[in-house]
């Protein structure tokens, strides 16, 4: 029998909390959800912008939780025979929980943040490392004041490699989550103008990514771009920071570790690259250039982290993009197929062009076309409908055929499109579902891509309704 995560001296130790009632003794894992938790998991009671996890107590004990982590000043409201650990800050309290997890393991940690790719280049990184050990990872883009400590918490005292990604919003926030996680390798994928409406300028982006190397370990790498436009001031942060050794990636001959060819083929890619001196052949399962060129980050951190590269390199033909993410799906219609790629979770200037490449890099059979349908990128600040306006360039780089537009901000796109371009532009996605559905013709590939709050999901959804993915009809 596997042992508990946590056993309950520990978490009392760790946590610095009072029990009340009959917590077990054994913790097999920490949830902050009541929905999903499972018996014997420990509920910490979060409490969130808009949920407070005190209201959920008595549903997670009923449910089987091993206890609940509360705070004191909440124990009026909650039943009065439930298992408890009492502390000032429920959030805290996990943070010092998923310190002790640090503390107590062995385990050769890596750590990802960058504007664009993050999560991408994390999921890439727990399946090369599973070949060569037990690897801890944090589900979905757990990367904020709560995930970052919360993946921590769960990481098993036997994990071999862990990987973390930290994201932020605003200076300042990478530094705690860094110091938490005390990487002995750091990877930033890339500085791009995200998040600019915070920053003011792309060179303070740079700055809050590099505060990851405050949280470096003694002797840790670190991992940059060297095709970036913020790799000497990156360089000069790290070596400010202390760091001993800086490990470079790119396209650049003098780079570390060179992407020497890649071909790109539907839904994926081949590369061949040199990892540190290292030659290696490899194919990618997941399509576009951005997870070529992460590609070559993740395989220098195996290498640094000692994990076996040629394993590695043969893992990353199982990767996969995941839903709303780069997502590629096969839609029957009634005179053939279409693909929809479905880059719906987020947008940004980097990332949209990324996506863009991706469609412009997609097979069509004519008289198919490339079609990209396209909301509003926010959080970009005094520059947003200039930078809305120049995906002009990078749409007819691509070949797009079509443009369909949604959003207050790329009316400012919509405007300088030639108009053989022009599909439609709607104030709110949800205008363009119509005439999106009714002008779809087999041999299409649709890209659809926007912020969250443009809401581009529905229109993926609608698309999936009206023409059901081709497996769906072969199972039938």
């Known amino acids: 029998m596997s042992e508990p995560l946590w056993n309950l001296t520990d978490f009392l130790d760790a946590t610095g909390g009072e029990m009340l009632g009959e917590p077990g003794e054994a913790i097999s894992g920490i949830s902050i959800d009541s929905r999903t938790l499972q018996p014997g998991e420990a509920f910490v009671a979060i409490k969130g912008d808009r949920f407070d996890g005190h209201d959920f107590v008595g549903t997670a004990l009923e449910a089987g939780a091993s206890l609940a982590l509360v705070a004191a000043e909440r124990l009026d409201d909650l039943p009065t025979d439930g298992r408890y650990v009492v502390v000032e800050d429920p959030l805290e ?79 300042g926030e990478i530094t705690p989550l860094a110091q938490m996680v005390r990487p002995h390798t750091a990877i930033i994928t890339t500085v791009q103008p995200v998040h600019l409406e915070f920053f ?127 997502e590629v799906t096969a839609l029957q219609t009634p005179g053939g197929f279409i693909d929809l790629v479905d880059e719906s979770y987020n947008a940004n200037p980097a990332s949209m062009r990324a ?3 991706v469609l412009g890099e997609t097979p069509v059979k004519r008289p198919g076309r490339r079609i990209a349908v396209i909301g509003d990128m926010l959080e970009l600040g005094a520059d947003t409908d200039a930078l809305h306006a120049a995906l002009a360039e990078p749409l007819e780089d691509a070949g797009i055929d079509l443009v369909f537009c949604a959003g207050a901000h790329m009316h400012a796109l919509w405007e300088v499109l030639p108009k053989a371009m022009r599909g439609l532009y709607s104030d709110e996605a949800s205008g363009l579902e119509d005439t999106l559905l009714a002008d779809v013709r087999p041999g299409d590939v649709i890209m659809i891509k926007g912020s969250l709050g443009t809401r581009m999901g529905p229109l993926v959804e609608a698309l999936k309704r009206e023409f059901p993915p081709a497996d769906e009809t072969e199972a039938a």
């Open 200 to 326: 003011g300028s792309v060179e303070k982006i740079a700055q809050a990514k590099a505060e990851i190397f405050s949280g470096l370990e003694p002797g840790g790498v670190a991992i940059l771009n060297k095709d970036n436009a913020q790799f000497d001031l990156l360089s000069f942060l790290a070596t400010a920071a202390g760091v001993a050794k800086v490990k470079t990636f790119g396209e650049k001959a003098d780079a570390d570790t060179v992407l020497e060819k890649s071909s790109q083929q539907v839904g994926g890619s081949s590369v061949q690259a040199r990892i540190l001196g290292q030659e290696i052949t490899y194919k990618i399962g997941a399509p576009g250039r951005h997870h070529v060129k992460n590609s070559l980050a993740v395989l220098t951190a195996v290498v640094e982290l000692g994990g076996d590269l040629a394993l590695a390199g043969l893992a990353l033909s199982e990767m996969h993009a995941p839903k709303g993410r780069g």
């Open 355 to 357: 996506a863009l490449d």
């Open 93 to 171: 309290a996990l943070r010092q929980l998923g310190v002790a997890a640090r503390a107590r393991t062995e385990a050769r940690i890596v750590a990802v943040t960058g504007s664009v790719g993050k999560t991408g280049t994390k999921e890439a990184l727990r399946m090369c490392l599973e070949r060569s050990g037990k690897v801890h990872a944090s589900v979905a883009s757990f990367n904020n004041h709560w995930g970052v400590p919360l993946t921590l918490a769960r990481m098993p005292a036997d994990t071999e490699f862990g990987v973390f990604e930290i994201g932020m919003n605003h200076a």
